[in-house]
């Protein structure tokens, strides 16, 4: 079936530094392809969404491009803040099936001043 | 415009119990669907209900189940409780139909502790 692979975490990282977060899917057809965000205590809120091959999503200072060739959507922002601290799931939605989301493990990004 | 709401916010169980965890979709959301998300993992795919009838089913046992009312709220069951299903349980809506590739809002998640 249908996967995401995260890189795993913990990552820290300094304020103003620049972050990726690589995810990687398998799946059938060309799914669309989403990264929610987790803040401590919280559900998940969708960051950013691309729906097809070469789109990009952004939100926030976030970025994501979906790479067919490489079957990537990987997790992108030029200058992390403290409050970016949180758990990163990229998601996608198989074109097959009944299954809404399928998520990735998460990856928890930890930003220090 | 309200977003998804999910009650109780924590609540403990003694293995073997029955517990009813519910949610209140977003205002005009017609689809929820429910995850488990266990300690340091990703939400995983319980069912999904689509005007009160289920669509689709995640790789959980029949003592999962579920309901959607007319008023698109929905109750998620769980009985013969074991430690294993200790985790946080997320609700998600959308609207429009069943096909419509528009982004899912997430509640903030009932946490279930079963000793």
């Known amino acids: 079936g249908d996967s995401v692979t995260q890189m795993e975490g913990p990552v820290t990282l300094s304020e103003e530094a620049f972050l990726t977060i690589n995810c990687t899917y398998t799946?059938?057809?060309?799914?669309?392809l989403f990264w929610y965000v987790q803040y401590p205590g919280e559900g998940l809120q969708l960051l950013l969404k691309?729906?097809?091959?070469?789109d990009k999503g952004s939100n926030k200072g976030f970025e994501a491009t979906y790479r067919k060739e490489t079957t990537s959507f990987h997790l992108e922002k030029g200058s992390v803040q403290v409050s970016d601290s949180a758990v990163y799931f990229c998601?996608?939605?198989?074109?097959?099936?009944?299954?809404?989301?399928?998520f990735g493990k998460g990856t928890r990004l930890s930003v220090i001043a | 415009e309200t977003g998804v709401t999910q009650s109780p916010t924590h609540l403990i169980k003694t293995r073997g119990q029955q517990v009813t965890l519910r949610c209140s979709s977003q205002?005009?959301?017609?689809?929820v669907s429910w995850y488990q998300q266990a300690l340091g993992q990703g939400p995983q795919f319980i069912f999904q209900?689509?005007?009160?009838?289920?669509?689709g089913r995640g790789n959980f046992p029949p003592r999962f189940s579920g309901l959607q009312f007319p008023n698109y709220s929905s109750e998620l069951n769980v009985n013969a409780l074991e430690l294993d299903d200790s985790a946080l349980y997320l609700c998600?809506?959308?609207?429009?139909?069943?096909?419509?590739?528009?982004?899912?809002?997430f509640g903030s998640g009932t946490r279930l502790t079963v000793v």
């Open positions: 209900y689509y005007r009160e009838e289920e669509n």
């Open positions: 799946a059938t057809g060309y799914p669309s």
């Open positions: 691309a729906t097809k091959a070469d």
């Open positions: 205002s005009g959301h017609n689809t």
């Open positions: 998600a809506s959308r609207g429009g139909h069943l096909l419509a590739n528009y982004g899912y809002t």
């Open positions: 998601a996608l939605n198989p074109v097959s099936g009944n299954t809404p989301l399928v």
